[in-house]
């Protein structure tokens, strides 16, 4: 990956720009500032991302892991108790039918979840829907949001 040219799409001036590693992500976090760290493969990876977490000097409060992995929230929380973990939802799969907030918020507690981070779907993601995750004591994230509008209706 680090061979790739990630630059030149964007401008002749970004060419031979590589992929950065986690690490180089990791140390353009201003003190204060948070960064939210996708897992997208298995469990298998927390040791070595711990390792570059802890490697990375940001106090625990500055990282937080996310993931469509229920599998990894739980290994991320069981490695690293005072890391904050969000389980990573679409709440309207193709061809599946809607997720309920029940259903989420069990599984959430199961594995030990700080928060959902759920699909911006107003049809499913009211209100109500907010009220029931935050009234079990879980934070509440949203994605994608690339519009003013369906930000006003995530922040109701």
Not at 13 to 28: Q, S
Not at 58 to 66: G, N, Y
Not at 84 to 96: E, F, I, S, T
């Amino acid at each position: 990956l680090r061979k790739l040219d990630v630059g030149k799409w964007k401008d002749a001036k970004f060419a031979g720009e590589p992929v950065p590693t986690l690490d180089e992500v990791l140390a353009t976090v201003p003190a204060g500032k948070r960064v939210f760290v996708e897992v997208k493969c298995g469990p298998e990876i927390v040791p070595e991302l711990d390792r570059v977490l802890t490697a990375s000097k940001l106090k625990p409060e500055q990282t937080a892991v996310i993931s469509f992995s229920a599998d990894v929230v739980a290994a991320v929380k069981k490695a690293r108790p005072d890391l904050q973990a969000y389980w990573v939802v679409n709440l309207a799969p193709k061809n599946q039918k809607p997720r309920a907030a029940e259903e989420l918020i069990a599984k959430a507690k199961e594995v030990k979840a700080d928060g959902l981070d759920l699909s911006a779907t107003p049809a499913i993601l009211d209100k109500a829907f907010g009220d029931k995750v935050k009234a079990a004591g879980l934070k509440l994230y949203v994605w994608t949001v690339n519009d003013a509008e369906l930000a006003r209706q995530m922040i109701a």
